[in-house]
Each structure stands twice: as C-alpha cells, then as structure tokens.
C-alpha cells in the first residue's frame, strides 16, 4: 500500500506543480504541452489509486494521500514560489501532518471504535437473549 500511497502523491503533486507552472509560461504551445503533462500525471494517479483501492480501505488510504498532497503542495508553494505561509496556513499543514501520524499510528494497533454490526449480529444478539 506504501508504494502506491507514495506513487499517486508524487503523480498529483507533480501533475499540480505543471498547472501552476503555466501560469509562468508565455508560449502557448509551451503552456498546452504543459498542461497536457499535467492531465497525463493525474490521469496516472487515478490510475494508481484504482489499484490500490483494489486491497486497501479507501478511508484509510484517501487519508494518506489527501494529507501528504496538501503537505507536499504547501512544501512547494513556499520554497519554489515564495508564497506566504500564513499562521493558519501552519496550523492546517500540521494537522495534516498529524492525520498522517494518527494513520500511521492507527495502522500499527488497531482500535475499533466504529465497527460494522450486520443484520445477523443482531439476530444472533436477539437470540442469545
């Protein structure tokens, strides 16, 4: 799951770090290139992501890559284009760092705190009664 979680972060990062980099381009031919870098990179993530969610919990693994995108973007945006990195900014890149640690943690021991009750449990519930 690690090497597809990593592989679909690095496809969409790198797939939003072209769009933003159109911006910056003045040849059209460049930026439609550009772009269609960008729509093979996702179209790739998608991929990826259909894959793993083929053995992996999709709660589990959207959380993964939802909070290391949002980290990685926000890397980005401030090293290489100097954007401002607000102190809510701050705040909300370390919760998604701290989601990616509870998750990591999380996967480590298990704690059930919402688990799936079927018709059958609550026959057999019934019964045992």
Do not use: W
Request: hydrophobic share 55%; aromatic share 12%; charged share 15%.
């Amino acid at each position: 799951m690690f090497f597809f979680v990593v592989c679909n972060v690095v496809l969409a990062s790198t797939a939003n770090l072209c769009i933003k980099l159109v911006h910056f381009e003045e040849d059209p031919f460049v930026k439609n290139i550009m772009l269609f870098i960008a729509f093979l990179l996702n179209a790739s993530s998608f991929l990826v992501l259909t894959l793993l969610l083929k053995n992996a919990e999709m709660g589990t693994s959207q959380i993964a890559i939802s909070s290391s995108i949002i980290c990685v973007n926000m890397t980005i945006s401030y090293i290489v284009f100097g954007e401002r990195l607000s102190f809510l900014k701050f705040i909300s890149f370390l919760l998604c760092l701290s989601a990616i640690l509870v998750l990591y943690i999380s996967t480590i021991r298990k704690h059930d705190i919402i688990t799936t009750y079927t018709t059958d449990d609550a026959i057999d519930d019934i019964q045992e009664t």
